[in-house]
């Protein structure tokens, strides 16, 4: 099983908006609805911020929005912030009880 | 409140084998399967497998197949994932992540096991 494929790095100033591309194949990414996207800190565990391609759980602001378009999901941040420099990671259910990371995107507040 | 605390770090030489514990504690663990991530360091996450606590059935990415074992004890809340044979590049940190969904949203973590293999 591949891993799906990230961007190595994206940037944006304070208050801009980016967006991080995962792109899989039609085994995983583009034949099923369960991407999740996680963003970690150095040093610290993967925190949920987007389930099954754009849910996005309570507390995760609102200015982290997911969508799926064929075997491509995204993850957007509107209103860069500081506290969103990180790595980002997304996962895909890729069937037969298995799954798959990105990557990881190491997003850049300028 | 959902907590999962795994044991601490692990030096192992390599041909030995590790087990990391994952204990969890705020919810019904019966109800939620349990997965297992790595990272080795300055790299990306990588998905090791998964246990369904109530019936203890196992799912395996097949480059640990044969080499990783995922069990647990209901009794305790407990668990446990045992790698062998482990060479050099296992080294690195280990984690348990509660599936909320059965579709594969981690939406809690356990703090991390660093295991290092070295000679």
């Known amino acids: 099983q591949s891993a799906l494929t990230q961007p190595p790095s994206a940037s944006g100033s304070p208050g801009q908006s980016v967006t991080i591309s995962c792109t899989g194949t039609?085994?995983?990414?583009?034949?099923?609805?369960?991407v999740s996207w996680y963003q970690q800190h150095p040093g610290k565990a993967p925190k949920l911020m987007i389930s099954d391609v754009s849910k996005r759980p309570s507390g995760v602001p609102d200015r982290f929005s997911g969508s799926k378009s064929g075997n491509t999901a995204s993850l957007t941040v509107s209103g860069l912030q500081a506290e969103d420099e990180a790595d980002y990671y997304c996962?895909?259910?890729?069937?037969?009880?298995?799954?798959?990371f990105g990557g990881g995107t190491k997003l850049t507040v300028l | 409140q959902v907590q999962l605390v795994q044991s601490g770090a692990e030096v192992k030489k390599p041909g030995a084998s590790v087990k990391v514990s994952c204990k969890a504690s705020?919810?019904?663990?019966?109800?939620?399967?349990m997965h297992w991530v790595r990272q080795a360091p300055g790299q990306g996450l990588e998905w090791m497998g998964r246990i369904n606590p109530k019936s203890g059935g196992t799912n395996y990415a097949q480059r640990f197949q044969g080499r990783v074992t995922m069990t647990r004890d209901t009794s305790i809340t407990t668990a446990y994932m045992e790698l062998s044979s482990l060479r050099s590049d296992d080294t690195a940190v280990y984690y348990c992540g509660r599936d909320s969904t059965v579709t594969g949203n981690f939406d809690y973590w356990g703090q991390g096991t660093l295991v290092t293999v070295s000679s």
């Open positions: 705020g919810y019904t663990f019966t109800d939620h399967y």
């Open positions: 039609s085994s995983d990414v583009g034949g099923y609805n369960y």
């Open positions: 996962t895909s259910y890729a069937g037969s009880n298995n799954w798959v």
